[in-house]
């Protein structure tokens, strides 16, 4: 794909708007597609991905595993309880023995930040062709969420072009866990990177105040940010100060694994204060939809009505969008050697 040059795919603060345009345009084009069944793609014919999962997914994993079966890859999984690392074998080599058996793609969820990093330096030190894809790392980032939440909302705003156009100027609204969300900060960077502005909101347990500056400088390891004008970020403290004028809404999950004690004086106060609901959405436009990655704490960040409400939730929706992104970004990092032509159902 021209002006593509990620050899890996590991965050969203090296994209620029020509990046996310590529992955959008794609997306799109396979979304439109019919591809399920007998009529699967063969681009990615005889390639193998090979899932790495360190941590709990329902969503991430099956949606990765369905977008290479839908491009015709071959798709191995590697559960860590049943495997060689107890027997104390490095991550290096447990990743080098799969490359050993063919993966050309590694998609990596771990606990810890950097691990999907560090692996792909290690791999490509030892030579190794393999492409590394974060499926998650600790608190760091979630580039194919973050890329799936941004196509959502881009076909929200324009159905027919969901370009990064269509996000420009916009005011969405961030509400919730912040402080442990990978999400949060790989939509911070998609968003703002397509010209949106964010308003984060939650109580300052959950959102210090240092999040207003989350994107002014690239993180380090990167030297210059790729996006030329970016959107603003603003940290605000309650709903009634972030709806008004919001253009979408997204609610994220408080994270209790991830959370120290006492972040919070009791579940009920978040949800009076920062819980979604149709009464607190009235605060905003008619008709502004509500986004959540997933999985969701009903009653706690939003309520369950909202949650079911197809006219204002577009959860589902996230979800589905999830393929056609995935698929995207394996066929952009599969692309780096020759494939037949992807585009035309068998
Ligand atoms: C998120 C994650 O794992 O980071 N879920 C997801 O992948 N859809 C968010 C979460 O766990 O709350």
Known sequence: MSGWSHRHVLDLASFSVEDFATVLELAQRFRSLPVAGARKLPALQGRLMTSLFFEPSTRTRSSFELAAKRLSAEV?????????????????????????????????????????????????????????????????SHPSQGLLDLFTL??????????????????????????????????????????????????????????????????????????AARGRVQVVRSLEEALPGADAVMTLRLQKERMQQHLLTSLDTYHRRYGLSHRRLA??????????????????EIAGELLDDPDRSLVEEQVRNGIPIRMALLYLLAATAPLPPPLTAA
Request: glycine share 10%; aromatic share 4%.
């Open 76 to 140: 191995q999984s590697f559960s860590p309880s049943a495997s060689s690392l107890s027997k104390g074998e490095s991550l290096l080599d447990t990743a080098r023995t799969y490359v050993a058996m063919g993966a050309d793609i590694l998609v990596v969820r771990h606990r810890c930040a950097g691990v999907p990093h560090s692996l792909a330096r290690d791999l490509d030190r030892c030579g190794e062709r393999v492409a590394v894809l974060s499926a998650g790392d600790g608190l760091h």
């Open 154 to 227: 881009a076909r929200h705003f324009s159905p027919e072009a969901p370009g990064p156009a269509s996000l420009m100027g916009r005011r969405i609204v961030i509400v919730g866990d912040v402080l442990h969300s990978r999400v949060a900060r790989s939509n911070l960077w998609a968003l703002t990177g397509c010209g949106a502005d964010v308003v984060l909101c939650a109580p300052p347990t959950l959102l210090p105040e240092c999040f207003a500056d989350f994107v002014a400088a690239p993180p380090p390891g990167q030297r210059a940010d790729p996006v």
């Open 283 to 300: 605060l905003c436009g008619d008709g502004v939809p509500v986004l959540h990655p997933g999985p969701v704490n009903r009653g706690v």
